[in-house]
């Protein structure tokens, strides 16, 4: 077993329950192996990113403590949706589940799988604000605040719920 690691995890959902869809997630990354669930946002209602004609988002961070690999993480965040009946329709298309790795420790991946720091991260609302309220003095894989990063993001239409 490797030495642990803090990660964030971004939850989302619009279709099927959404509320549900996400508890059961955040129920789900609660029982993953050689992880601990460590904290989760207030969930947030977020309008669609790309196609318009789906219903708005519930979206949520989670913090956990891994032992598990970025890729093998990846593998269990996947297998999640699945359960959840996750299917790839279209590209920022409506989803019953969407769990991403936004930050696996200080590291940056960029590998034909996973890229961490999640690619769009930085300019999405439903990211950072949730990510803010659980770790409010977050630094950056690449040394930027996170704060700074709220500071250029307008909330736009997220609402905690």
Not at 17 to 31: C, G, M, N, T, Y
Not at 66 to 79: C, D, H, K, R, V
Not at 84 to 99: A, I, K, M, N, S
Request: include cysteine; hydrophobic fraction near 40%.
């Amino acid at each position: 077993m490797s030495t642990a690691q803090v990660c964030y995890i971004g939850l989302g959902s619009n279709l099927k329950q959404p509320l549900k869809q996400v508890s059961d997630a955040i129920e789900a990354l609660a029982l993953l192996p050689e992880t601990e669930l460590l904290c989760t946002s207030s969930l947030y209602r977020s309008a669609p990113v790309g196609p318009q004609d789906q219903p708005d988002f519930i979206n949520a961070v989670a913090q956990i403590e891994t032992s598990l690999s970025p890729l093998e993480l990846l593998n269990q965040l996947q297998a999640i949706e699945q359960q959840q009946q996750r299917v790839r329709e279209r590209h920022w298309g409506p989803r019953t589940l969407d769990l991403d790795i936004l930050l696996y420790a200080d590291q940056i991946i960029a590998s034909e799988r996973l890229t961490v720091p999640h690619a769009y991260m930085t300019e999405r609302s439903f990211v950072l604000y949730p990510l803010a309220e659980i770790s409010p003095d977050l630094v950056m894989p690449d040394g930027e605040k996170l704060s700074a990063l709220i500071a250029t993001c307008p909330l736009g239409s997220l609402t905690k719920i």
